[in-house]
């Protein structure tokens, strides 16, 4: 199993999830990490050139500061590790900054499956398309690249991956979300990949409910006060994570607003803060389960305001823990948030509806029912156990598969 950083970023923490599940369930993994956690000097000189050979194509001529990957540069010598190991499949995950380019994909001679964390691996290059689309066409004219042009930098990342889904027969992609599945069957580059909907994994245990008051009491918040939780990896710095449409719900929360705090992790607090009606508590970065378990239990609801979004971390940890969720409906947020019985599904990119779900959930006279449906639809769903056995099973089909269209060439083509 492999992904660039260990477990920095949500992708990393998915994918570390399942290494430590799968065990579990009976199956050795060799989880490894491109970088390591600390770096030498030597180490992280090397990780910033393969990083500016990734983003800097896309970054000299993008228009916005959005995350483009152009796959590059290679790693001959990772892919000899893992041609040279004794795994019979290697699951990829988020493989970016230089960690694998798409050529190296192909050059593993063994069966890979790959977990799609964001559409990168379909698009010409972006990590999520802001509803452009243009990956259906296989892209070019790039917005984001400012590109008038057919045969632009997009186009050629695309040809990239037509080219490695025709070498690499034996490739299965995974859509976390039944949205990003469907996204990839849209797509050209993936279009003929075989693909299946697998889930990530959460452990229950630790994202669990714990007393609401001795939560707020460990982070210093108020006891007395209905609490608005949002929060993500640069929570309010990236347009995608919809902090905008979240300040727009606040100014229109048709409550009493002396009964309401916000709190924010992801974020330490700005220079300028936000002219919403009721106080914030900015919580910062936080990297340990257990801080996050608490944070998630003292909040009486937790808002995901996302525009494009594949399958929320913080959803389904918030769930875990018993505290439900308003998200838009949008990409996989309703696989996990079931519209009036685990949270509010609201109108996409609608602050007025976000406002509507988040006084709908505060005002409930059974938010504690809420609250027991969030934990059973992750228990019965996601828990780390019921989807190891999934991946098990997954795992297991495509050896058997495979050994058959290398046994019988003839009838694996038609």
Not at 25 to 51: C, I, Q, T
Not at 208 to 218: F, G, I
């Amino acid at each position: 199993m492999l992904n660039s950083y260990y477990d920095k970023g949500g992708a990393a923490r998915a994918a570390l999830r399942l290494a430590k599940a799968l065990p579990l369930v009976g199956v050795e993994v060799d989880y490894r990490s491109v970088y390591n956690r600390h770096m030498r000097p030597w180490e992280k000189a090397s990780y910033l050139f393969r990083v500016a050979k990734d983003r800097l194509p896309g970054a000299l001529k993008a228009r916005s500061k959005i995350m483009f990957s152009a796959g590059r540069p290679d790693n001959s010598t990772l892919v000899e590790s893992i041609n040279a190991s004794d795994a019979d499949i290697v699951h990829i995950h988020w493989l970016h900054g230089g960690g694998l380019s798409i050529e190296d994909i192909a050059r593993i001679a063994k069966p890979v499956v790959w977990s799609l964390h964001d559409m990168w691996a379909f698009t010409g290059g972006c990590h999520y398309d802001q509803e452009c689309a243009r990956f259906v066409e296989g892209c070019g004219h790039c917005p984001l690249l400012k590109s008038r042009g057919r045969d632009d930098l997009s186009r050629d990342i695309v040809k990239r991956k037509l080219a490695l889904a025709s070498q690499k027969r034996d490739l299965t992609i995974i859509g976390l979300s039944r949205w990003m599945l469907r996204q990839a069957a849209r797509s050209r580059a993936l279009g003929d990949v075989p693909k299946v909907n697998l889930p990530n994994p959460i452990n229950t245990n630790v994202f669990a409910p714990l007393d609401k008051r001795q939560a707020r009491e460990r982070l210093n918040l108020p006891l007395d006060k209905k609490l608005i939780l949002f929060g993500a990896m640069s929570a309010t710095d990236d347009s995608r994570k919809g902090y905008t449409q979240l300040v727009q719900a606040l100014q229109q929360l048709d409550i009493r607003t002396t009964d309401v705090e916000v709190s924010v992790f992801g974020s330490d607090e700005p220079d300028r803060k936000p002219d919403i009606p009721m106080p914030i508590h900015y919580l910062g970065n936080i990297g340990d389960d257990r801080q996050l378990q608490a944070i998630y239990s003292a909040a009486d609801v937790m808002v995901v305001p996302s525009l494009q979004e594949n399958l929320s971390n913080a959803i389904m940890e918030s769930l875990a823990c018993g505290t439900p969720v308003v998200c838009f409906d949008i990409g996989g947020n309703g696989d996990m948030v079931e519209h009036l019985k685990t949270g509010f599904l609201a109108s996409p990119c609608d602050p007025a509806s976000l406002a509507e779900g988040i006084r709908w959930v505060i005002l409930n006279k059974k938010h504690s029912e809420l609250c027991e449906n969030a934990r059973n639809k992750v228990i019965e769903e996601f828990d780390e156990i019921t989807v190891a056995n999934r991946y098990l099973a997954f795992y297991q089909d495509r050896l058997v598969n495979n050994k058959k269209n290398v046994e019988s060439p003839v009838a694996a083509k038609s």
